[in-house]
């Protein structure tokens, strides 16, 4: 079983700044990435990286050239950088991790995380 630990979540203003992280798999070369759940709204995605790193990345539309996805493998981690945040990124956050590539990580990823609170005040 993998287990996926996020880290990172909070509560801060709009335009400010959170980076979240998730420990994750220590073996397999797993793509990771995020996804949340806005109050009342179905999971959605925000972003997704390869196991090779920054060079195969996915993000939502609603989160392109605001939110970063980056890994460091050797620490097992994945991180999002989360920048410009607006109130409508509120929303529990989830780590995840798929043995199928970036063009196909969705809902029905293998191993998920219990998921992080981010609170964007207005």
């Known amino acids: 079983q993998v287990q996926l630990v996020e880290s990172g979540g909070g509560t801060v203003q709009t335009g400010g700044s959170l980076r979240l992280s998730c420990a994750g798999p220590?073996?397999?070369?797993?793509?990771m990435g995020w996804f949340r759940r806005p109050p009342g709204k179905e999971r959605e995605f925000v972003a997704a990286?390869?196991?090779?790193?920054?060079?195969?990345?996915g993000y939502a539309d609603s989160v392109k050239g605001r939110f970063t996805i980056s890994r460091d493998n050797a620490k097992n981690t994945v991180y999002l950088q989360m920048d410009s945040l607006k109130p409508e990124d509120t929303a529990v956050y989830y780590c995840?991790?798929?043995?199928?590539?970036?063009?196909?990580?969705?809902?029905?990823?293998?191993?998920w995380g219990q998921g992080t609170q981010v609170t964007v005040s207005s």
């Open positions: 990286i390869s196991y090779l790193g920054s060079s195969n990345t």
């Open positions: 995840a991790a798929d043995s199928r590539g970036v063009e196909k990580f969705s809902r029905s990823a293998d191993f």
């Open positions: 220590t073996s397999g070369a797993y793509t």
